[in-house]
Structures are given as C-alpha cells and as structure tokens.
C-alpha cells in the first residue's frame, strides 16, 4: 500500500495578488517507489554525512543482495581516511584541503583496504559524548598536521605517524583487530569479504560540459583530495539512470548542494521555484508580475503550495559551478521517488541528521532540484541501463 504523507502549512501570502479561493495545504507526498534501507542516523556534530550516506547506501546493498540488515561503522570509516587523508597533506607539503569532509569513493576505498566492522563493535566515540562531536577532532588533528608540516628542521621523524595513529585512537579508540559477531569471530577485511556486495561494482557519475561525456574525470572540488575519478554524462541520461536505478530496487548515494533558498530543512523539501514572469503562463504571470521583490520572495519560498520550478538544462549546471553556485555540501542517500497532489515527482532521501519531523528523517527533493545540484551520484555499475554503460565501457 502506497504511504501517504501529508504535511499541512499555515502560512497565508500578505499580498493578496495571490488567488484567495483556495487553501494553503502545503506539499502533499505520496510514495510510489521506495526501495529498502536501514535506520537513520545522526551524524550531530561532525561533517561526516558523507561517510553515513555511502554507508546507508552499502547497506541498502547488502540488503538488495539478500544479506541481512546491519548498521556500519562510520567512525571506523572516518578514523581510517582522517589518517589517509594527513599522510596526503604531509606530502603535498600542507597543500590540500585537511578537514573532516569527503566523498563516497573514500568510503569504497575504506572498505577495501581497510575492511569494516559493525557500529557495536567500532562506535568510535571515546571521547565522552553519546554522538559525534568534531570540533576538538578537528582542530587537533589540523594543528598535529601543521606542526609537522611546519617543523623547523624541515625533515620528517620517524614518529610523527605514531603520534597522529595516537591521537586518532585517543579520540576514536584502538582498531580491533579481531572481533566476534553473530558467534563468530572475524578480522574487518574478513568481516567486509564476508558480506555478499563487490566493491568493485560501484561507479561515480556526474555531469559537466567542462570534461567530455562517456569520459572519466577527477571533479575539482576540495572534499575530492583523494582525487577520485567520475564518469561523465550528459544531464540527460545521468536522470535517467537514477530512474532507472530506483525502479529496478536499486538506491543512490547522492553528493549534492543544499545551500539553496528552496532547501527547507525544518520543512524537509527541496525546490528550485521559477522567478521569471517570462517562465510563466496566463494568470499566474499576471499576479506574478505585479508583487513587489520583497512580496516574490515571501512567495517563492513560503512553501503553502507546489509552484512551478525552473527547467534545468545542462549549462545552467554548468554556470552553478564555475561560479561557485554548487559546491560539495552534502551526502545523501536516494532511496526511491514520490509524488506531490499535482502528479509532480519528488525524490525520497535518507538523510544523516536524526530521526525528526515531518518524515522521520526523511526529505522529498524535486527533479528540478536534483538535476540542478547534483554533484555526484555513486551506484553499482548494474543499475546504470545497458545502453549507457556500454557508451561508458562499463
């Protein structure tokens, strides 16, 4: 039976340029297609979500596997690519982007060379606080990093590795080398071969006119300090194979850009709402017309009923990140679609900041949104339609 979700605003336009015959109600969503995925989590106080979305994605995959439901470790994920990531800056002489953000491909790359573990088993939280909490992490873990780089003699000891492995135990706590689950014991690279998903099936996609299409690409933004390569696909297909994905039970890991006034996070929507007269048609671009900027705003944004939202083509992406419009800002996990009472299809995401209303932690994202911000999408390489993947050599 399809979920209806319901979700009643109390706002009324001022203007009265607005029609006043019908009743603000808000966006209505109901769920056509969602795939299964675990729990929410909270990542609090720490610029993880991209760890907790990749891994919400793999677990999703096991599932899809026919394995059973787990809840990863994102600090053993974390713990591991903090040190990763200080041995990088030690040797591009302090020049790369050191703070706690990243990407899906670190946590894929974890998971390979360093295995994974249950959250039971690795919370990562030995620091004295219930969720995470990074702003000591983080400022420790820059100054350690610093000092080496800047250190008078200007030659590294043979220590400074042993002191950063010190530090991220301290606050992280020891990496166990074995451990026992479900009455039997594993190493993580035992415990990560053990569960039925291949982490060489998982691609990067994205889409920029700035590299060729069907091409890899290493997309220039700073939380992409590995330097992970992207294939490249026109705005197009890159949709369709997130709709491609979704219905064939498949889920995304969504880096994306959230800092847009049509993200609502207490409402949990994401919109981007047409605001030129010659968009719109008859009536509407009548009143339209005749609100004032500070009355269109109030408009655009009070969220009391579906608007019309931009058409987004592939240079309007583009302009949004040479201009530094979009940039890497969250990590998501994509789960499947809706739609709101006009029939207009939303995305549904599982997002990493707690389990909170309206949607349990859930957040209804318009095409129109996620073909604008999207930065990356992470998936296995069989949900993407055979057409395209041959285009990719995949």
């Known amino acids: ?96 982007n050191f703070a706690v953000g990243g990407n899906a491909g670190d946590v894929i790359t974890a998971i390979r060379d360093y295995g994974i573990v249950p959250t039971e088993v690795y919370p990562g939280l030995n620091y004295g606080t219930e969720k995470p909490y990074f702003d000591e992490i983080d400022a420790v873990l820059k100054a350690y990093v ?20 010190g530090i991220l135990d301290a606050y992280f706590g020891e990496r166990p080398e074995t451990f026992t689950y479900n009455g039997k014991e594993y190493t993580p690279k035992s415990f990560a071969e053990s569960l039925p998903i291949n982490v060489e099936d998982y691609v990067d996609l994205t889409s920029y006119t700035h590299h060729p299409f069907y091409e890899k690409f290493i997309l220039e933004i700073p939380d992409n300090w590995r330097w992970h390569q992207q294939y490249n696909l026109p705005l197009d297909e890159l949709m369709r194979t997130l709709d491609y994905a979704i219905d064939n039970g498949y889920t995304i890991e969504w880096g994306a850009d959230v800092s847009e006034l049509g993200f609502n996070r207490t409402l949990a929507i994401g919109i981007i709402p047409e605001d030129e007269v010659e968009s719109m048609e008859g009536t509407e671009a009548e009143k339209w017309g005749a609100l004032t900027p500070a009355e269109r705003q109030r408009a655009l944004y009070s969220f009391e009923r579906p608007v019309q939202e931009k058409v987004i083509t592939q240079e309007m992406r583009q302009e949004a990140f040479d201009n530094y419009q979009t940039t890497d800002d969250h990590g998501m996990q994509i789960v499947g679609y809706a739609v709101d009472q006009n029939g207009t299809r939303f995305y549904k995401v599982k997002n990493s900041w707690d389990v909170r209303p309206p949607y349990d932690g859930y957040y209804y994202f318009s095409r129109p949104f996620v073909e604008y911000k999207t930065m990356s999408f992470l998936l296995n390489k069989n949900a993407i339609p055979k057409d395209i993947r041959k285009k990719l050599g995949l």
Not at 1 to 12: C, D, E, H, Q, T
Not at 31 to 44: I, L, W, Y
Not at 150 to 165: C, I, S, V, Y
């Open 1 to 96: 039976m399809k979920r209806i979700i319901v979700f009643a605003l109390g706002l009324m336009l001022t203007t009265g340029a607005m029609a006043q015959d019908e009743a603000p109600q808000g966006y209505q969503f109901t769920d056509q297609k969602v795939n299964p995925a675990t729990s929410v989590k909270d990542q609090s106080r720490s610029g993880t979500c991209w760890a907790y979305s990749c891994l919400g994605f793999v677990e999703s995959e096991i599932m899809k596997a026919g394995g059973e439901e787990l809840d990863l470790s994102a600090m053993w994920v974390v713990r591991n690519i903090y040190f990763e990531k200080a041995v990088k800056y030690i040797r591009l002489h302090g020049h790369l």
């Open 146 to 165: 610093e000092a080496v780089v800047e250190a008078p003699n200007k030659t590294l000891t043979t220590a400074w590795q042993d002191g950063l492995n």
